[in-house]
T-cell receptor, first 110, second 113 residues
């Protein structure tokens, strides 16, 4: 079983709509949680950290459910530029080693 | 230079040849990581340096792979006797000790033919 599992998608989303997706992680000792964004053939870039109380960054909202070991990302008012692969990332170490999911592809259509 | 630099961007090599990649992290970052990413997968951890010390290596890093960070600045990743299964994007990232903010380089895409 992979440490971080994601629905690969693609999630096809009309421009302006809301899309949400989850990932699950297997290690209950995971300490830190992130969403990264990766455009085709580019490097991953940090989108946002995920805190236990949930957090927002503009149109993006992340939630963490430690009891069920899942993390969610919601994108409101989707833009064409939101089309990308979203990587769910967790860390169980104090020195920063990250475990990446395989990514969820989001395609925003006009 | 405010980002992580990797060189070369692309490398095509014949099976059995050795290849070496270079990573220049953000200058004040003392943590440096190497990851490998294949098509349709997320990045997989290979190894980690804090300053010049290599503190962790993944089981993915077979004895054909070696990484160095001789002066705690740039790092090199060498693959000896390349195999077709080594074809992947090799990503370098750096961060500060007290900061989880990874910055990735643009990667080196290796194709073994």
């Amino acid at each position: 079983r992979k440490e971080v599992e994601q629905d690969p998608g693609p999630f096809n989303v009309p421009e302006g709509a809301t899309v949400a997706f989850n990932c699950t992680y297997s290690n209950s000792a995971s300490q830190s949680f992130f969403w990264y964004r990766q455009d085709c053939r580019k490097e991953p870039k940090l989108l946002m950290s995920v805190y236990s109380s949930g957090n927002e960054d503009g149109r993006f909202t992340a939630q963490l459910n430690r009891a069920s070991q899942y993390i969610s990302l919601l994108i409101r008012d989707s833009k064409l530029s939101d089309s990308a692969t979203y990587l769910c990332v967790v860390s169980t170490d104090s020195w920063g080693k990250l475990q990446f999911g395989a990514g969820t592809q989001v395609v925003v259509t006009p | 230079d405010t980002g992580v630099s990797q060189d070369p961007r692309h490398k095509i090599t014949k099976r059995g040849q050795n290849v070496t990649f270079r990573c220049d992290p953000i200058s004040e970052h003392n943590r440096l990581y190497w990851y490998r990413q294949t098509l349709g997968q997320g990045p997989e951890f290979l190894t980690y340096f804090q300053n010049e010390a290599q503190l962790e290596k993944s089981r993915l890093l077979s004895n054909r792979f070696s990484a160095e960070r001789p002066k705690g600045s740039f790092s090199t990743l060498e693959i000896q006797r390349t195999e077709q299964g080594d074809s992947a994007m090799y990503l370098c990232a750096s961060s500060l000790v007290t900061d989880y903010g990874y910055t990735f380089g643009s990667g080196t895409r290796l194709t073994v033919v």
